[in-house]
């Protein structure tokens, strides 16, 4: 963590650094650390011709003062608790170590975590996180933000991070609406191609005017709003007479009534309604 003490991981990075000779502003912006970290560190433990990464993480760990860490029971919850929050997203759609990262931001202590602290995390290449990342920056789901004095991005997931994919869903939906429709033109509606692309845009329009609040709520509060008045008066009224009442155009009540036609009910709910309407 930004801050803290390395990881094994972090200290062979160092090690495999050095090996290959880069220089400790290179291995530092690798690690997401700063400079000073990874010298002091290479300081206190060989130099650089005399580090080596094991060595150094045993001796630190026996220098340092720990506060009691939490039972491994805990951390083996949280861990599992984690991946089972991950699996709920992927079979939503998410790329799988995107939501690996999402829901390791989720359950992390603080408010951000570093790239490097989630390929600690997941054992994983600091490549997977990258990736990651990427993507998940792509659709909004998470933002970065800098730490000048230690040169290090934070990552921290977005405010609107569920409305931003509610959105992203939505837009979907609607292209889907639109290259279907597309398909009907150009094939034409009467052919089979057309049919079945009729269908699709009817169908993901549809979704995508409900997810957007569009026409379809309105529709259906309004048809509330007709059965409140024929439930207030106690007796039927036809389009016009529930027009009057409401003080709607005749359109707009036959749109509401349009969705409560006889086909949606079953064959028995249609009998039962008809030996109503007789006995009245």
Known sequence: MPGGRLSQTERRAIASGLGDGLGYAEIARQLERPTSTVS??????????GYRADHAHYATSSRARRR???????????????????AIMVDGGLPRMAARVLARLYTADGRSVTAAQLAEALQVSPASISKAIGYLEQVGLLH???????????????????????QVSSDTNLGWAEIAAKGVTLFGADSAAGHRLGRMATFFQQLADDMSGGAGFQVVDDALS????????????????????????????EAALE????ARLSPEQLARADRGAAGR
């Open 259 to 262: 969705i409560a036609t006889p």
């Open 226 to 253: 007709v059965f409140a008045v024929v439930r207030q008066s106690g007796r039927l009224l036809d389009a016009e007479q529930l027009a009057g009442v409401l003080g709607w155009p005749l359109e707009r009540v």
């Open 40 to 49: 002091r560190e290479v300081a206190r433990n060989g130099g650089a011709r």
């Open 144 to 166: 970065r933000e800098a730490d000048p004095q230690r040169r290090l991005q934070h990552y921290v997931i977005a405010a609107d991070v569920w409305q931003q994919a509610w």
């Open 68 to 86: 009691r860490p939490r039972p491994q029971a805990v951390l083996d919850e949280r861990a599992e608790y984690a991946e089972q929050f991950a």
